[in-house]
């Protein structure tokens, strides 16, 4: 079975500067897509970004990008230019690429403080 | 476009009730998925509708039951309450494109339950 893991309960930040957040995850198989969410106090899940495992190329979007380590499993997601807005419980995903197998699997997620 | 609307968006029920929980999916979308959100946890898979049909299911027991009816909508029903069901509950919708990696899950912003 797959599993996700993040290390960091919490997490704080200075307005403007960076963060990273950890992620890893185990699974057997080899094609499969990760995925950052982020879910604010109004409690709705938001995609943040999605890397799709047979891609090299790490994913990018605006001020968020990733580091998509395939051998070490590990899949972190950068934040630059921290904002306020930013402030959210972040969640690392995984799914599956095989054929209507849908379900995401979540890690416990991290809560990012951003100090004014 | 309403995007996923839930309803209702909270709830109290007592030990042993039955509770219904209802999600109308994104336009265009015909596939459903519910999950569990556990305070201070990700959410957790329940299981997945599509054609009116359960098309998965993750580890939970039989008192969480579904339906989705012709219009793409979707019930989770819970009998039996336990104290532990307490938690929010998380609809997702999305379109299945016939082929892997369907378009982006979309969710909606939850039901939380209470059980007292």
């Known amino acids: 079975a797959q599993t996700v893991t993040q290390s960091q309960p919490e997490m704080s930040v200075q307005e403007a500067e960076t963060v990273t957040l950890s992620c890893t995850y185990d699974t057997s198989e080899s094609d499969y897509y990760l995925f950052w969410y982020k879910q604010p106090p109004s409690r709705q899940m938001i995609l943040v970004i999605r890397q799709e495992a047979y891609k090299q190329q790490n994913a990018t979007e605006n001020r968020f990008s990733v580091n998509f380590q395939k051998a070490a499993k590990s899949f972190s997601l950068k934040i630059s230019d921290s904002q306020l807005g930013d402030a959210a419980m972040y969640f690392c995903?995984?799914?599956?690429?095989?054929?209507?197998?849908?379900?995401?699997?979540f890690g416990k997620g991290t809560r990012l403080h951003i100090l004014p | 476009d309403a995007g996923v609307t839930q309803s209702p968006t909270h709830l109290i029920k007592t030990r042993g009730q039955q509770v219904t929980l209802r999600c109308s999916p994104k336009s265009g979308h015909d596939t459903v998925s519910w999950y569990q959100q556990a305070l201070g946890q990700g959410p957790q898979f329940i299981f997945q509708?599509?054609?009116?049909?359960?098309?998965q299911r993750g580890n939970f027991p039989d008192r969480f039951s579904g339906h989705q009816f012709p219009n793409y909508s979707s019930e989770l029903n819970v009998n039996a309450l336990l104290l532990g069901d307490s938690a929010l509950y998380l609809c997702?919708?999305?379109?299945?494109?016939?082929?892997?990696?369907?378009?982006?899950?979309?969710f909606g912003q939850g039901t939380r339950l209470t059980v007292v």
């Open positions: 997702a919708s999305s379109h299945d494109i016939g082929a892997p990696m369907n378009t982006e899950a979309f």
């Open positions: 509708y599509y054609e009116e049909e359960e098309r």
């Open positions: 995903a995984y799914r599956s690429a095989r054929y209507r197998d849908d379900k995401i699997i």
